[in-house]
């Protein structure tokens, strides 16, 4: 039996952050999957090749084809782009904080991105068998969950990613019925993303990346194709929208 045939690729975009290098390094684990990582720069991680991109359309097409080249089909994706706050930006806590290009940022990076690398890998969702999705979304996306406002334009972001992703999910279930799509909360996660913000946070429940990438996981694992965009939380719990 050849290599493509024991094995299916796992593709990870995103390289460079907490949750992103755990769920490869557990996904490097399995001896049935091949894990790709899509970052900007190498990331070193034993049993895992890095797949350098700029993230624009043709880079992240490039890389689609070269995957698809080794004859391998897709077993997991998963995209967990995402930006908060730097060090000129932070999350607006009035309506008169909003900025335009802030904004635009936010949108881009958290909402569109996602949406293009699953433009890109299209190929292989609609070929492989029973491929499992998913993004990383974030609870205060959730309007039926918007108890105190604020952070308007990454509230707002990860809304359109909920919507763009039931809109993909309506999609997949046409061309691929074995295929599935999970919007997933990984809760707040010691991370460079969540640090400026974990003062507030209950006593246990600040996850290590190790934690949430094992929940992730495990959620797909799990996951059964029904045709529905799974919006979970890191307990599995349905987040309403």
Known sequence: MSVTEQKSAAIIVGGSGAIAQAVA??????????????????????????????????????????IEATGLCLS???????????????????????????????????????????????????????PRIAVLSARVGSLGDNELGGWYSYRASKAALNMMMKCAAIEVRRVNKQAKLVAYHPGTVDSPLSKPFQRSVPEGKLFTPEFSAAQLIDILDRSEPDGELAYLDWAGETIPW
């Open 76 to 130: 997991r994706l998963v995209v967990t782009n995402g930006m908060l706050s730097n060090d000129s930006m932070r999350p607006e806590r009035k309506v008169s904080e909003l900025d335009a290009d802030n904004f635009s940022t936010i949108m881009t990076i958290n909402a569109l991105l996602p949406m293009r690398s699953l433009t890109a890998f299209w190929s292989l969702i609609r070929q492989s068998k029973a």
């Open 25 to 66: 390094r557990q996904m490097a684990t399995d001896p049935e999957l091949s894990v790709y990582v899509l970052s900007r720069a190498e990331v070193g991680l034993s049993g895992v090749q890095t797949l350098v991109t700029d993230y624009s359309d043709a880079s992240l097409a490039r890389i689609a084809a070269e």
